[in-house]
């Protein structure tokens, strides 16, 4: 059964592939990693409207509504916990 994105580990591989091929202009290119930064931010933003609706930041409740792997969605709270923006 399709998990649907894993945040984390899609970051960790475009993390990994832009260390080994960073001499390489075309997987290099600063709009590849801006393609991803926008796609981060405005799933973040879709995460932070359903917690704010819902009032229950969960992972489950995540990976049912967006179609995220239960990693992805403890990935996506974590980080907006530290960042300050959930509880």
Excluded: H
């Excluded at 832009?18 to 405005?42: C, G, H, K, T, V």
């Amino acid at each position: 059964m399709d998990e649907g994105v894993d945040p984390k580990d899609m970051c960790r591989k475009v993390v990994t592939t832009l260390d080994q091929y960073a001499q390489l202009e075309s997987l290099a290119n600063p709009e590849i990693r801006s393609l991803f930064i926008d796609w981060m931010e405005e799933l973040e933003g879709e995460v932070l409207a359903f917690i704010r609706e819902t009032r229950q930041p969960k992972p489950e409740n995540l990976t049912d509504r967006f179609r995220i792997s239960k990693q992805g969605a403890e990935f996506l709270l974590e980080k907006l916990k530290q960042e300050g923006k959930i509880q």
